[in-house]
C-alpha cells in the first residue's frame, strides 16, 4: 500500500520537475497575452496613454469602417489560398507516397520551396508578375494564352486571388510534408484488401485514404490558415494593400495602426479580435473535417 | 476539474500581468519625466553652434571630452535605415565622430519597414538599448509628441538654422528642435536616355508637362510589331504610401500648391491636385505611355526599370544616378530637372528629409549629442554628398571642392526652391491618398472623386 504523504511527494517533486518550463511558459506566453489585453484598454494618442476600457474594441466592430472590408480580404486570401496549396500538396503527397524511385531527391524537391525565406519568395514573386519584365507574361505570351501583358498586380479584381497563390506556393510543401506522414501511417494491408474486392483507385481514396488521412488533412489545414491569417510579407512586398484597397488585410490594418499611425492600442484590440478569429476559424475546421467516432 | 483549475490559474495571471502593467505605467511616466531633466546641457559650451558647423575641419565644442568620460560612455547604438554596406558616408561619419571622442559606434542596420516595429518597443519599455534614432518625416512628429525624443534646442539659434536650406525649419516643432538633419534628397530628378530621344527626334528632355506627354508618346514604341509594347515612354511611381503621396505632392509644387499646408492645413483636393491625378490617370489610361502595373511599383522599382533599359524617361531621386553610373546605361543615360507644369511654372521641390534624433531614455547623451553635431556639420554633410550622393541641407557642403566633382552638381544648382513638410498623423494621411490616387489610376474613381474621398478621410484623421 503506498502511503499518501508518499503521494503527495511525489506530485510536489513532479510539480517542481515541470516548474522551469511553467515559469518559462508564463513568461512567454501569459504575460505577453496579459500586455497585450492591456495595451488594448489604452489611448495612445497623448504622451502619457490613458485608461478607454473597450472603447477600442467597440470602435472596430461599430464604427471601423475599414475592419470588416478588410476582414473579408482577409478571409478570401485564406480560402484562395489553401485551397489551392491543399489541392496541390495532395496531389504530390499521394504522388511521393507511390513513387518508389528517387524517394529521397523527389522529396527534397517538392521540400524546396519551403526553404525560401517568405521575404525572398515574395521579391522573387514580384519580378515573375511585373507586367513588362516578368517572366510569367512572358511564357504566356510565348504560349498564346495571353495576347496582352497583362498586370497581374494592379488588376481591377483578381489581384487578392494572384497574392493568395503566391501564399500558396510557399505553404504547399509544409501541407504535403504532413499529408504524406498521414498517408504512410495507413496499413498498406487494407489497400490490398480493397484491391481483392475490386475497388478502383477512386473507391480507395474516397474509403480508404481520406477517412484515414482526416486527422492530417485537419492538422495541415488548421495550422496553415491560422498561418495565412496572419501573413503579412507577400502582401506587403507584392502589393502594399493596393491598388486602392483591394489587397488591404486585417494584418497590414494592424501593421499600419501599430506601427505607422502609433495606435498601440486600437492595434492591440485588434490583434486580440484577430486571435478570437483565428479561434473561429479553427472551430469551423475542426467541426467540417475532424474524423467522427464511427470512422 | 483540473482544466478548470488551470484555465483560472492562467486568467488571474494574465490579469495580475494587467495590473502590473498598468502600475509599470504610471511609474513609468514619471521616470520618463526624470530621464528628461537629468540631462544638463551646460556641461558643455555648446554656443555658437553656427561657427562650428560651418567650419571645414569640425572642431568638437568646448566641454565635451569631459562630459563624456564623466557620463562614462564608450560606446553609442545608432539605428540605421537599411543595411551599412549601403552607407559608406554614415561609417565614415562614424569613425570621425571615433576618432574625436574615442567613443565606439555600435551601427544596426535595419530595413525601413522593421524600423518603427523595432524601436517602438523600445521606446514603449524606456530600454536605453538605442541612442540615436533615424528620423523622417513619418516618425518624427509621431515620435515627439509621445516624448521619446530629447529636445536639442541649445544645439541651434536662428544663425545656425539659416545656414541650412529652408526646408529644414519644418522639423522645429511646437517651437522646439528635436533633431538634426542627415540628409535632405531630391526626389524628383528627370532621369532619360539620349539615345532613344535622338532615335525619336528629340534633341533634350521635356521642359514641360506638355512636351512630356508628346514625348512619351512618340517614344512608346512596339519594336516589332506584336502588340506588345517594348519600349515604355514614361514611369512613374503609383505604389507605396510615401512615394505616391509624394509623387502627387511633387507635381502640385509644380502648380504652385503644397497640398501639405494650403493654409496651414492638409488639402488635397484643391483644383491643381484634382488635375495632378487627372494628368497621371490619363497617361496611365488615355495615352498609355506607362506601364499599366505602376500602381505597385515602389520606389526602387523605377530605377530598376530604368536599368533594365526599356523605359526612355523617369523621375526618381538622385541615389538613381549613382546606379546609373555602375551600371551599363553609364554612357548613354543623363540627367535634368523634372518638367515644369507650364513654361515659366515654379520649380519647387520635395526634399525628403532624414534626419537623427537622440532617445530620452539613452545614458550616452553627450555622446549622443556629439554624435548628431558631428553629422550635421561641414565635413559630415559632404561625406553625405560627395561619397553617397545624398543631397544635405547645409548649403555650403555644395560649395566644397569633392561635391563639385558630383555628376549632377550642376542640375542642382538649378534648384533654389525646396520644401520638407512634418506634421503629426503624416503617415496615414499619406496613405489615404494612396488608396484612393489609386482608384483613379484604376479607373474606378474619377481624379475629383477620387481626391474629394482622400479629403474626407483626412479631414477625419486630423480632425478639421
Given amino acids: 500500500m503506498i502511503r499518501s504523504d508518499k503521494i503527495v511527494k511525489d506530485s510536489l517533486f513532479g510539480f517542481l520537475l515541470i516548474l522551469p518550463s511553467l515559469l518559462l511558459l508564463m513568461l512567454l506566453v501569459v504575460f505577453p497575452v496579459g500586455y497585450v489585453l492591456y495595451l488594448s484598454t489604452l489611448n495612445f494618442d497623448t504622451l502619457i496613454p490613458n485608461f478607454v476600457g473597450l472603447r477600442n474594441y467597440t470602435e472596430l466592430l461599430f464604427n471601423d469602417q475599414f475592419f470588416w472590408i478588410f476582414l473579408g480580404h482577409s478571409m478570401e486570401y485564406v480560402f484562395f489560398a489553401i485551397c489551392s496549396a491543399f489541392v496541390v500538396a495532395l496531389l504530390v503527397a499521394l504522388s511521393l507516397n507511390t513513387i518508389n524511385k528517387f524517394q529521397g531527391t523527389l522529396r527534397t524537391f517538392a521540400l524546396w520551396c519551403w526553404a525560401v525565406p517568405p521575404v525572398i519568395a515574395s521579391l522573387m514573386w514580384k519580378w515573375i508578375l511585373n507586367d513588362t519584365n516578368g517572366v510569367l507574361n512572358d511564357m504566356l505570351l510565348k504560349a498564346g494564352i495571353i495576347h496582352q501583358q497583362v498586370a497581374w498586380l494592379a488588376l481591377s479584381k483578381g489581384t487578392m486571388f494572384i497574392l493568395s497563390q503566391v501564399h500558396a506556393w510557399t505553404i504547399i510543401p509544409f501541407i504535403m510534408v504532413i499529408l504524406l506522414a498521414g498517408l504512410q501511417s495507413i496499413p498498406l494491408e487494407l489497400y490490398e484488401v480493397a484491391s481483392i474486392d475490386g475497388a478502383n483507385g477512386l473507391q480507395k481514396f474516397r474509403l480508404i485514404t481520406y477517412p484515414l488521412l482526416r486527422t492530417a488533412v485537419l492538422t495541415s489545414v488548421m495550422l496553415a490558415s491560422i498561418f495565412a491569417f496572419r501573413h503579412i510579407d507577400i502582401v506587403f512586398t507584392l502589393t502594399k494593400g493596393g491598388p486602392g484597397e483591394a489587397t488591404e488585410m486585417l494584418v497590414t490594418y494592424l501593421y499600419d495602426n501599430a506601427f505607422a499611425y502609433m495606435k498601440i492600442g486600437y492595434a492591440a484590440a485588434l490583434s486580440v479580435i484577430m486571435v478570437f478569429i483565428s479561434m473561429l476559424i479553427v472551430l469551423v475546421l475542426v467541426k467540417l473535417i475532424r474524423p467522427n467516432e464511427s470512422q | ?464
Fill in chain 2, 1 to 464: 476539474m483540473a482544466k478548470r483549475v488551470l484555465l483560472v490559474v492562467l486568467i488571474c495571471l494574465m490579469g495580475i500581468t494587467m495590473v502590473y502593467a498598468g502600475g509599470q505605467k504610471e511609474g513609468g511616466a514619471e521616470d520618463s519625466g526624470a530621464a528628461v531633466a537629468a540631462y544638463d546641457a551646460s556641461a558643455v559650451k555648446w554656443s555658437p553652434n553656427q561657427e562650428r558647423v560651418v567650419r571645414k575641419d569640425y572642431k568638437l565644442p568646448e566641454g565635451a571630452l569631459e562630459a563624456i568620460k564623466a557620463e562614462g560612455s564608450k560606446e553609442i547604438v545608432v539605428y540605421n535605415w537599411g543595411d551599412l554596406s549601403w552607407d559608406p558616408a554614415t561609417l565614415l561619419n562614424g569613425s570621425m565622430f571615433t576618432r574625436l571622442t574615442e567613443v565606439g559606434v555600435q551601427f544596426v542596420g535595419t530595413p525601413d519597414e522593421q524600423m518603427t516595429p523595432k524601436l517602438q518597443p523600445l521606446f514603449m519599455a524606456k530600454s536605453d538599448a538605442v541612442d540615436i534614432v533615424p528620423l523622417d518625416e513619418t516618425n518624427y512628429a509621431n515620435y515627439v509628441s509621445r516624448g521619446w525624443l530629447m529636445e536639442v534646442d541649445f544645439m541651434w539659434d536662428e544663425a545656425t538654422m539659416s545656414e541650412y536650406h529652408s526646408g529644414l525649419h519644418s522639423t522645429v516643432l511646437d517651437g522646439h528642435y528635436y533633431s538634426v538633419p542627415q540628409v535632405g534628397r531630391i526626389i524628383d530628378v528627370l532621369y532619360y536616355r539620349p539615345s532613344m530621344l535622338k532615335a525619336a527626334g528629340y534633341d533634350g528632355p521635356p521642359e514641360t508637362w506638355e512636351e512630356l506627354i508628346e514625348m512619351a508618346q512618340a517614344l512608346t514604341i512596339d519594336k516589332n510589331n506584336d502588340g506588345q509594347i517594348d519600349q515604355w515612354g514614361f514611369v512613374f511611381k503609383g505604389g507605396g504610401v510615401l512615394d505616391g503621396a509624394q509623387l502627387i505632392k511633387a507635381k502640385s509644387l509644380l502648380l504652385g500648391v503644397n497640398p501639405d499646408d494650403v493654409d496651414g492645413k492638409v488639402k488635397f483636393n484643391t483644383p491643381e491636385t484634382i488635375r495632378v491625378v487627372q494628368l497621371l490617370s490619363d497617361l496611365r489610361n488615355k495615352y498609355k505611355v506607362v506601364p499599366p502595373g505602376v500602381t505597385a511599383y515602389q520606389h526602387g522599382d523605377i530605377a530598376d526599370f530604368f536599368l533594365s533599359g526599356n523605359v526612355a524617361i523617369v523621375v526618381d531621386p538622385t541615389y538613381l544616378y549613382a546606379r546609373c553610373m555602375e551600371s551599363s546605361l553609364a554612357d548613354d543615360f543623363d540627367v535634368a530637372l523634372q518638367p515644369v507644369a507650364y513654361k515659366g511654372g515654379p520649380r519647387t521641390q520635395i526634399q525628403h528629409w532624414n534626419g537623427w534624433g537622440l532617445s530620452n531614455f539613452s545614458k550616452n547623451k553627450t555622446a549622443g549629442l556629439i554624435y548628431m553635431d558631428v553629422y550635421r556639420s561641414y565635413r559630415g554633410q559632404v561625406n553625405e554628398f560627395a561619397i553617397e550622393n545624398n543631397e544635405v541641407f547645409l548649403k555650403k557642403a555644395y560649395e566644397d571642392p569633392q561635391s563639385k566633382l558630383v555628376g549632377y552638381n550642376d542640375v542642382l544648382a538649378q534648384i533654389n526652391d525646396t520644401v520638407v513638410d512634418i506634421y503629426e498623423g503624416q503617415g496615414e494621411v499619406y496613405k489615404a491618398v494612396i488608396a484612393e490616387f489609386q482608384k483613379a489610376l484604376m479607373g474606378q474613381k474619377t481624379a475629383e472623386q477620387a481626391m474629394n474621398d482622400a479629403q474626407g478621410r483626412i479631414d477625419k484623421i486630423l480632425g478639421y
